[in-house]
């Protein structure tokens, strides 16, 4: 097995890395697409926010049966944690490994894996959440589904950065 890492937006190099506006309705923020030879199992996600949302929302992962529509990532944007690991078998595309949604898709079976309520009166202290799953009860993504960081804020746009770190 191999350890990577991926974040919701482009590989970080003369800047910081980016983060990605909510928008005002549910949006996925990063989707990883699992390859048609292979399962990863999770290790641990997280998030960051700028600011408080405007009103109540949430962050949640999941597992779909459909792709969103997103911002592709480059293969260097899935890092492999071991500098001699290979490449990630993560299928990259619009409708592969990517971030920021534009078109969120049709989903009928979703695995939720977490959910975040995030409020708008939170303080500086809760604007991050860092989840690291015990060894027993890591989640496995299934062969040919999509991985998804999902924010909902609905009156005020906020930004956000998110990551994943699995197996491979």
């Known amino acids: 097995m191999h350890r990577y890492k991926v974040w919701n937006g482009p590989m970080p190099t003369t800047a910081a890395q980016a983060s ?20 990863i199992q999770l290790i641990a996600w997280g998030f960051s926010l700028d ?11 999941l597992q779909t049966d459909v792709a969103a529509t997103v911002t592709a990532h480059a293969a260097s944007g899935v890092q492999p944690l071991d500098p001699n ?28 894996f977490d959910a975040v309520a995030l409020s708008s009166t939170t303080g500086e202290s809760s ?10 009860e890591r989640p496995i ?22 990551w994943l770190v699995w197996d491979e």
Request: charged share 15%; glycine share 8%.
């Open 141 to 162: 993504v299934a062969v040919g589904r999509f991985l998804r960081v999902r924010a909902t804020t609905p009156t005020t746009a906020v930004d956000l950065r998110c």
């Open 127 to 136: 604007l991050t959440y860092v989840y690291q799953w015990m060894p027993d």
């Open 51 to 61: 600011d408080p949302p405007g009103a109540d929302g949430v962050v949640e992962l």
């Open 20 to 39: 990605v506006s909510t928008g005002t309705s549910i949006k996925t923020m990063l989707q990883l697409a699992t390859p048609s030879s292979r399962q």
């Open 85 to 112: 690991a290979p490449a990630s078998l993560m299928s990259l595309g619009t409708t592969g490994t990517g971030y920021s949604a534009t078109a969120e898709g049709s989903i009928t079976s979703t695995r939720v």
